[in-house]
């Protein structure tokens, strides 16, 4: 019993020499987050809007240890919050604090895609069944009257209807659309722009997307007209059968991926009619990178890649002449702003949907990506590409 009795006191003894190492290590982990916050001028439990209030101790160690899986998924059960989210990444992107904190997942994940070729036709399938086929009633509660899942433009627009249908007359009038024009759409979001190029500019659409609720969608908004939709892999228009007047790709080389670049403009060029344009509608990194966000990679965009200037001209040495390149990356920040509104307001009818972790995870993704387009760490490109073989382009605005 003796024995017995001294074994338990020394297990106690341990227990509490753990508990206080524990403690001193929780303390540790909070002073060394407050201290890399400190540098985007965020405080812990402070007053500022974009302050973090912290709900659970356990969130210093997680974020330490997991970098933004940590921040991320942490934020999704509730352990921290901030009331002015998008102002937290604001700040938190300008500071590039991502950079402070380094952990074995996010190494793994680099070497990975430097590796690997994580976009190809199999895997490519993954983010439309994970996040484009989330339920349509989500998207129409989010989005405009037309669907338009990519950035709005804001000239002149005081609703996001009007952005909306602004950015599709933009895209048809720098390609230059006219009656009886043949469009070849790669990665055709919910069909709006095949609708609107078709009934309001008389031209004839093939849309290309592997996303099974956009295609169905777009398939009973164009009823009627000269559009057809191929639910396939954008690889698999080289299939068809005739080149096209104009070609336009939105919201598609985000997918992409950095090791198949090359080919999408070599299959974009091919496709084309001499003469022609080529519109790339797409998010643009400051910097070239191989890897997304591990956050953003796990929970919204597996596989994603936002493309860099670099990379992209790269791409297209020797195949393409570069007439116009328009920037208006601020614009995405105003049109995640009205969506997120947009969500807030539908959200009674959607939780028994979706459920509450899935709120505070659309929250997370919307706002950091506002926060990112107000930081001016992510752009939105339009490019108008010809062949070379025009006399002159006029840019429009």
């Known amino acids: 019993m003796r024995q017995t009795s001294t074994f338990d006191g020394w297990q106690k003894s341990q227990s509490r020499d753990a508990d206080k190492q524990r403690v001193w290590s929780d303390s540790a982990a909070a002073r060394k987050v407050a201290e890399i916050l400190a540098f985007a001028g965020i405080g812990v439990n402070g007053s500022q809007p974009w302050d973090i209030q912290v709900h659970d101790e356990r969130f210093y160690n997680r974020v330490l240890g997991e970098a ?3 921040l991320g998924e942490s934020y999704m059960d509730g352990w921290w919050d901030a009331q002015a989210l998008d102002e937290f990444f604001t700040r938190f992107r300008r500071a590039d604090l991502a950079s402070k904190v380094h952990d074995l997942k996010t190494v793994l994940l680099i070497l990975k895609t430097r590796v690997l070729n994580l976009q190809t036709m199999h895997r490519a399938k993954q983010v439309a069944q994970e996040h484009y086929d989330l339920g349509n009633q989500l998207y129409q509660a989010m989005l405009d009257r037309r669907m338009q899942y990519t950035c709005a433009y804001w000239k002149e627009a005081t609703t996001l209807d009007e952005a909306q249908e602004n950015k599709l007359r933009l895209i048809c009038r720098k390609l230059r659309l006219a009656p009886g024009m ?11 722009l095949a609708h609107f190029a078709a009934k309001e500019y008389g031209c004839e659409v093939v849309s290309y997307n592997i996303s099974r609720e956009q295609v169905a969608f777009g398939r009973d908004l164009c009823q009627g007209l000269p559009v057809r939709f191929e639910q396939k892999d954008y690889r698999e ?3 068809e059968t005739h080149r096209f007047d104009r070609v336009v790709s939105i919201g598609l080389c ?4 950095h090791k198949n670049y090359r080919q999408f403009m070599e299959l974009t060029h091919d496709r084309l009619k001499e003469h022609g344009f080529f519109l790339l509608h797409t998010i643009g990194a400051n910097e070239s990178y191989s890897y997304t966000d591990p956050w953003i990679n796990k929970y919204i965009f597996p596989n994603g890649l936002i493309p860099s200037m670099a990379q992209l001209t790269t791409a297209w040495e020797g195949l393409w002449v570069a007439e116009d390149w328009h ?12 969506w997120w509104k ?4 539908a959200w009674d009818r959607l939780r028994g949907i979706y459920g509450d972790r899935f709120y ?6 919307l706002m950091a990506s506002a926060g990112s387009f107000r930081a001016r760490k992510l752009q939105l490109w339009q490019v108008v590409l010809s062949k070379g073989d025009i006399s002159s382009y006029t840019p429009v605005r």
């Open 237 to 239: 228009a080289a299939h």
């Open 68 to 70: 933004s899986i940590g």
């Open 254 to 257: 985000e997918h992409i991926g």
């Open 342 to 345: 947009n969500f807030e307001q």
């Open 360 to 365: 505070r995870m659309w929250k997370y993704y």
């Open 327 to 338: 920037n208006f990356g601020p614009d995405y920040d105003r049109t995640l702003t009205a």
């Open 182 to 192: 043949t469009l070849l759409e790669l990665g055709g979001g919910f069909g709006g």
